[in-house]
């Protein structure tokens, strides 16, 4: 198993462009999740999915768009960059009725 | 004021110390309490969790939760250089799923 997997490993953007983050996982997790890790902060949740076809806002949703059409991919979109964006996205992903969610390795977004 | 405050550290130590890293919260609606380690540039992993007030070991690592003082600590004993790496706290309810709120992380350093 690959676990999750994130895609590309790091990115630069220009304010106002647009870009998706790709998240993948192999073991077949119905709950899947978006931070992002900004310095003394901790990880804040942008969006969550609790399987296919269905999605919901996190604590800092805005300027991020989700959407998850298979039990495997959720991507995170951003849909004009903005520099508050610089930050390192995780993916994580869970199985129903269990506590431990798996992390991938991070995404660092840099928006000038 | 954040749901969940963690000293950022950071925190340096000799071999072989023991090492406290310590919690507080505000929301007394947290059921469930988790340490995640995570090494530099990669994602965080599930350490410990615990679902009830006191200490649950693991090998070198106890993980305490004090519900009535809003609390939780993570005890490592005989650290070794191997530990060096961020800690975050995070919690979370049963009812919001895989929803959980992080501290900000401190940073450990042992030194041989």
């Known amino acids: 198993n690959a676990g999750v997997t994130q895609t590309p490993k790091f990115q630069v953007l220009k304010t106002g462009q647009s870009m998706t983050l790709q998240c993948a996982q192999d073991m077949n997790h119905e709950y899947m999740s978006w931070y992002r890790q900004d310095p003394g902060m901790g990880l804040r949740l942008i969006h969550y999915s609790v399987g296919a076809g269905i999605t919901d806002q996190g604590e800092v949703p805005n300027g991020y768009n989700v959407s998850r059409s298979t039990t495997e991919d959720f991507p995170l979109r951003l849909l004009s960059a903005a520099p508050s964006q610089t930050s390192v996205y995780f993916c994580?992903?869970?199985?129903?009725?269990?506590?431990?969610?798996?992390f991938g390795p991070g995404t660092r977004l840099t928006v000038l | 004021q954040k749901e969940v405050e963690q000293d950022p550290g950071p925190l340096s130590v000799p071999e072989g110390a023991i090492v406290s890293l310590n919690c507080t919260y505000s929301n007394s609606a947290f059921q469930y309490f988790m340490w995640y380690r995570q090494y530099s540039r990669k994602g965080p992993e599930l350490l410990m969790y615990?679902?009830?007030?006191g200490n649950k070991e693991d090998g070198r690592f106890t993980a305490q939760v004090d519900k009535s003082s809003k609390y939780i600590s993570l005890f490592i004993r005989d650290s070794q250089p191997s530990d060096s790496a961020t800690y975050l706290c995070?919690?979370?309810?049963?009812?919001?799923?895989?929803?959980?709120?992080f501290g900000a992380g401190t940073i450990l350093r042992v030194k041989s």
């Open positions: 615990t679902y009830s007030s």
């Open positions: 994580a992903s869970k199985a129903a009725l269990t506590d431990t969610q798996y």
């Open positions: 995070a919690m979370g309810r049963v009812e919001y799923g895989n929803k959980l709120v």
